[in-house]
């Protein structure tokens, strides 16, 4: 099966401070990338999106880049709070005909009260 | 809205049997992907549904098969369980191709 990287990096923050998660993407020809977040026993939960033709989108306390000439993305997450402690993924989706969605690794995000 | 939801939520099964799992997608949604979750290979896609036909499919053997029925309801089969098919078996569902997907719980299967 395919996947993005094993290594599952953790990022550890203190409450109220920002939160920066980075993800490298593997396809050049995707045109959809989106952040999930998934708690322990659950299935992963959408936190926001954007498509290639864009390199920036807000959300409520979340912010997504993009940056395509590095194949680069990242969340941030303002204010950080207890809840937001969960594994967030990225992932690329490139139509094909069919949408194939690969997700990277996933970050751990620590949130210290 | 009722959410994604997936039966069985856990199952326990032999080497060498078959599994079927099922899916219900969110009311309206039409597209239906499955992937499967373990510690060592995070999530990795398995197929994409769309109109009961398969649309794209991921790097997996042929023992991993799906369909879609006409209310977009879906079910993957593994036959000839191997132990290294114990993971967490996601569906996820979307309005159309291409967009927003909304995971289920997983079903999650240990192969004894």
């Known amino acids: 099966g395919e996947s993005v990287g094993l290594h599952l990096p953790t990022l550890s923050v203190q409450e109220g401070d920002n939160s920066i998660i980075n993800c490298a993407y593997s396809n050049s020809a995707s045109d959809y990338f989106i952040w999930y977040k998934q708690e322990s026993g659950k299935g992963p939960q959408f936190i926001i999106d954007?498509?290639?033709?864009?390199d920036k989108r807000q959300g409520q306390r979340v912010t997504v880049l993009l940056n395509k000439t590095v194949k680069h993305l990242s969340l941030q997450i303002a204010a950080t709070q207890p809840g937001d402690s969960a594994v967030y993924f990225c992932a690329e989706t490139e139509n094909t005909g069919g949408f194939k969605t690969i997700f990277g690794a996933g970050t751990r995000l620590f949130v210290k009260a | 809205k009722a959410g994604v939801t997936q039966t069985p939520r856990y199952l326990i099964k032999t080497r060498g049997q078959q599994v079927t799992l099922s899916c219900s997608p969110i009311?309206?949604?039409?597209?239906v992907s499955w992937y499967q979750q373990t510690p060592g290979q995070g999530l990795q896609f398995l197929f994409e549904?769309?109109?009961?036909?398969?649309?794209n499919k991921g790097n997996f053997p042929g023992r991993f098969s799906g369909r879609q029925f006409s209310n977009s309801r879906s079910e993957m089969n593994v036959s000839t369980l191997e132990l290294g098919d114990s993971a967490l078996y996601l569906c996820?569902?979307?309005?159309?191709?291409?967009?927003?997907?909304?995971f289920g719980p997983g079903t999650r299967l240990t192969v004894t």
């Open positions: 549904y769309f109109s009961e036909t398969q649309r």
């Open positions: 954007i498509r290639s033709n864009m």
């Open positions: 996820a569902s979307s309005r159309l191709q291409g967009t927003e997907q909304y």
């Open positions: 009311s309206g949604h039409r597209s």
